[in-house]
């Protein structure tokens, strides 16, 4: 299956009613039903949250394809391997919800969900409250700021740094096509820090 850039060039951050919470932007269409595990996000025709989940749930609504935490997703993994959870119809990318503390996937995590899944994994960082602070495309170059009516964005430059990883600016065309500023983490300076860091 392959899985074009352009279709992601399109993600805007949706707005709606704060009360009804953030929305999950799942980054390719086609997938009709997308489980949301561990985080609670908006009500959506093809999107269930599952914030306390249960085997009999999941498979009753035999997802296409999962949102949610590394904890969660690794949980359910293990789950499936020992075939003590059945979702048989995935079949799109895993979309892992990171915190600003928690900072991106390690290089030996997407290893790990690649051996439990055998799906391509995007990822999104998140604030506390789950509202959407940065996401990737299929450049991987980078998480993408959501700008709204010319405000800026809330994951920002020092704020990343201040959470003790190593990042830089960008603010050019990705090579997903998307003129945008965007901001390249590569790896944690100081686990210290990480303790004084907001999400």
Known sequence: MLFNASKWSGLLVRRGNPSSGAALEYPLSGAERIAVIGARLRAERRVRSY???????????????????????????DMRQRQVLQLPDLAFPLLVLSSLREGPLSSDEHDQLWALYGLPVYEQIRSADETLLGWECDARDGWHLPENAGTNPALTLDRVLAAGWQCRELD????????????????????????????
């Open 51 to 77: 914030v306390h989940w249960r085997t009999a749930e999941l498979e009753a609504w035999r997802p296409q394809a999962l949102a949610g935490h590394r904890s969660e997703l690794f949980a359910i993994g």
């Open 172 to 199: 050019d065309r990705c090579a997903c096509g998307e003129a945008c500023l965007r901001l390249v983490v590569e790896a944690r300076e100081s686990v210290l820090s990480m303790a004084s860091a907001g999400d």
